[in-house]
C-alpha cells in the first residue's frame, strides 16, 4: 500500500466549478500535512499547510482528519489558472523527509 | 539566481553511461533531497543527507549514489545508467525550523537514457 494515496484524476471541469480532491495516508506517525501544486513538469510549491481545524486561503480549504488519515482540499470558483497536478503531501517527523501522493491533475475549460 | 539550482537541465544518455547530476543551494540549508518523479507515480526519495557527513538511502535509492560535497553542494550518481531510470529529478532543501520545514525545491533535471 502506498504510504499516500490520492483520488486518480484527471479532474475536467469548467470555470466556476468546485472541485474536491481527497487523500489517505498510512502512517499514523505522520507529523504535518500540506498540500502542493505543480505546473506540467515545473517543481513542486507549496499552496498550503493542513490542520485539524481546517484552514482556508482564498477560494482554497485544505482539512486533516487524523482519525480517519484523510486529507481533503477543496477549490472553489476555479479558475483558468487553477489548471495543475495537485499533490497531497505528508512530513514523516521520525526520518524528517516528505512523501509525496502520486499527484491529481486538474484541467480547467473555460 | 535561484535559490537552488539543478544542473544540466535536460540530458539524453546512453544505457551504461556514467552520469552525475548536480545540485547547489544558496539557502544555508544542512537537508537536502533528491528525488524522481515518473507520471503517474509522484515524486519518490532516492536520498537524503541531513549534514555532510551523514547520508541516508531513500526509497529507491538501488543504481543511485550520491556525494555531499560541501553544505552547498549533494550530487546524484547514476553508475551505470538503464532506460528504466529516465525521469524528471529534483533536487530539494530544507530548514525543520522554519515555517513548514522551508522546502526548497530546484526546476528539476530532465533525464532520457536511450
Known amino acids: 500500500r502506498k504510504e499516500v494515496e490520492q483520488d486518480p484524476g484527471p479532474f475536467n471541469v469548467p470555470e466556476g466549478a468546485t472541485v474536491a480532491f481527497n487523500c489517505t495516508y498510512s502512517?499514523?506517525?505522520?507529523?504535518?500535512f500540506f498540500w502542493y501544486r505543480q505546473d506540467c513538469r515545473k517543481e513542486p510549491k507549496l499552496l498550503m499547510s493542513?490542520?485539524?481545524s481546517g484552514n482556508e486561503d482564498g477560494r482554497f480549504t485544505a482539512q486533516l482528519n487524523r482519525a480517519s488519515q484523510y486529507i481533503s482540499l477543496l477549490i472553489r470558483d476555479s479558475k483558468l489558472s487553477d489548471s495543475a497536478t495537485y499533490l497531497c503531501?505528508?512530513?514523516?517527523?521520525?526520518?524528517?523527509?516528505?512523501?509525496f501522493g502520486q499527484g491529481t491533475e486538474l484541467s480547467v475549460k473555460p | 539566481d535561484a535559490d537552488v539550482t539543478q544542473t544540466p537541465r535536460n540530458r539524453i544518455t546512453k544505457t551504461g553511461k556514467r552520469i552525475m547530476l548536480e545540485c547547489s543551494q544558496t539557502?544555508?540549508?544542512?537537508?537536502m533531497y533528491w528525488y524522481r518523479q515518473d507520471p503517474g507515480l509522484g515524486l519518490r526519495l532516492i536520498y537524503y543527507?541531513?549534514?555532510?557527513?551523514?547520508?541516508n538511502k531513500g526509497e529507491i535509492s538501488d543504481g543511485y549514489s550520491v556525494s555531499r560535497q560541501a553544505q552547498a553542494k549533494f550530487s546524484l550518481s547514476l553508475e551505470s545508467a538503464i532506460p528504466n531510470q529516465t525521469a524528471l529529478y529534483f533536487c530539494?532543501?530544507?530548514?525543520?525550523?522554519?515555517?513548514?520545514?522551508?522546502?526548497?525545491f530546484g526546476s528539476g533535471t530532465r533525464l532520457t537514457v536511450v
Open positions: 493542513v490542520y485539524s
Open positions: 530539494a532543501t530544507s530548514d525543520p525550523r522554519t515555517l513548514n520545514y522551508g522546502y526548497t
Open positions: 543527507s541531513f549534514d555532510v557527513k551523514d547520508i
Open positions: 503531501v505528508v512530513y514523516l517527523n521520525q526520518g524528517g523527509k516528505l512523501i
Open positions: 539557502k544555508g540549508h544542512d537537508r
Open positions: 502512517n499514523s506517525a505522520s507529523q504535518s
